[in-house]
């Protein structure tokens, strides 16, 4: 009869810590996931700042890399906007920062686009 109750309770040992395992393994999976996002997401607000720093003119051309295993695409373009009076303005541009990584064998982008005014 001990036998059987401690062969029970070995099942039901083996049960709980083969659960925690795979919670264990999917929470680490999703955490290096969310990192790779955070880094993408910095990388992008970094691109952008750096377009602040610089004169803008229209381009499109891939970035060089930063060694954190992403790239990044720049799209400069002259956005077409009129005022009150249905006069256009100019010096206004849209750029757009994508970047592209892998994360577990799968293509992953993320972009942001912003208005930036150049007298």
Do not use: C
């Not at 930063?66 to 006069?87: F, M, R, W």
């Amino acid at each position: 009869m001990v036998l059987l109750e401690v062969t029970i309770a070995l099942v039901v040992f083996t049960l709980v810590a083969f659960s925690l395992i795979v919670v264990l393994n999917t929470s680490m999976k999703l955490a290096i996931e969310r990192n790779e996002i955070d880094a993408s997401t910095r990388g992008l607000e970094n691109q952008v700042a750096l377009l602040h720093l610089a004169r803008i003119v229209p381009i499109d051309k891939d970035l060089p890399a930063d060694g954190s295993g992403v790239t990044y695409h720049l799209v400069i373009a002259p956005e077409q906007l009129q005022n009150k009076k249905s006069q256009q303005v100019s010096g206004i541009y849209r750029a757009t920062v994508s970047a592209k990584w892998t994360s577990n064998g799968q293509q992953e982008n993320r972009s942001i686009s912003e208005l930036l005014y150049q007298p």
